[in-house]
């Protein structure tokens, strides 16, 4: 939407009603159910300005997402440890866990799970910058980009079943676990640069690294 003379602010509170009226009707009907009608019949708009807004009913998840997160990720990363990052995100997840259970299970057009997988990204972009400077460990940027993938579906993953689960994991407990897994492998890496005897390594079923493989 191209916004001229209506103020930020008011497109702001828009939106933040039609996302309200959104998970108010979450609690009540499967997301399947709701139509731009219904929702905007909650919110107390007219049905046309939904689309100065978004898209379709999926961005509205994604909105309702990206609003929450950005306060908690997005905006504190340049100065929170990533670990009180970590468990702010897991607490937010825990307090909005009805919602996102709804959000995840729709298999049709899932946006909270893609914008959910690009917050986490951020985050592990963090988690790898951190422990590169801090033990001067350089990685190549293709292995870097692998790590990256990896870990951000592996996260992702796991936050999803967390979430989804009827008896999930306490709260300390899943941060506990998440964070000694990231740090598992980030100190694995920097055992290997060192070339510390610690760090147990099978040989390779070949004769030379395969290309590409990271420096030592």
């Not at 039609?18 to 979450?26: F, N, V």
Request: a negative charge; glycine letters at 0%; aromatic letters at 12%.
């Amino acid at each position: 939407m191209h916004i001229t003379e209506r103020s930020w602010v008011d497109v702001l509170h828009c939106q933040k009603k039609i996302a309200t009226a959104t998970k108010e009707l979450m609690s009540v009907k499967p997301f399947s159910q709701l139509s731009v009608t219904t929702i905007m019949a909650e919110a107390h708009l007219r049905r046309q300005t939904f689309y100065d807004y978004f898209e379709d009913k999926y961005a509205v998840l994604a909105w309702i997402y990206n609003d929450d997160i950005q306060a908690i990720i997005k905006d504190n990363l340049d100065y929170e440890h990533w670990t009180v990052v970590l468990h702010h995100m897991l607490h937010y997840f825990q307090a909005n866990q009805a919602f996102y259970q709804k959000a995840l299970a729709i298999h049709d057009q899932n946006a909270p799970e893609q914008a959910i997988s690009e917050h986490i990204t951020q985050l592990i972009e963090r988690v790898l910058t951190e422990f590169s400077h801090k033990e001067n460990v350089k990685l190549s940027p293709a292995y870097r980009d692998f790590l990256q993938k990896i870990l951000t579906a592996s996260l992702v993953s796991e936050l999803r079943q967390w979430i989804m689960s009827p008896t999930p994991r306490p709260l300390d407990l899943e941060t506990k676990y998440l964070q000694t897994f990231l740090e598992d492998m980030t100190n694995g890496v920097v055992l290997r640069h060192q070339h510390d005897p610690r760090y147990l390594h099978q040989p390779f079923p070949h004769a030379n690294p395969p290309t590409g493989f990271p420096n030592q």
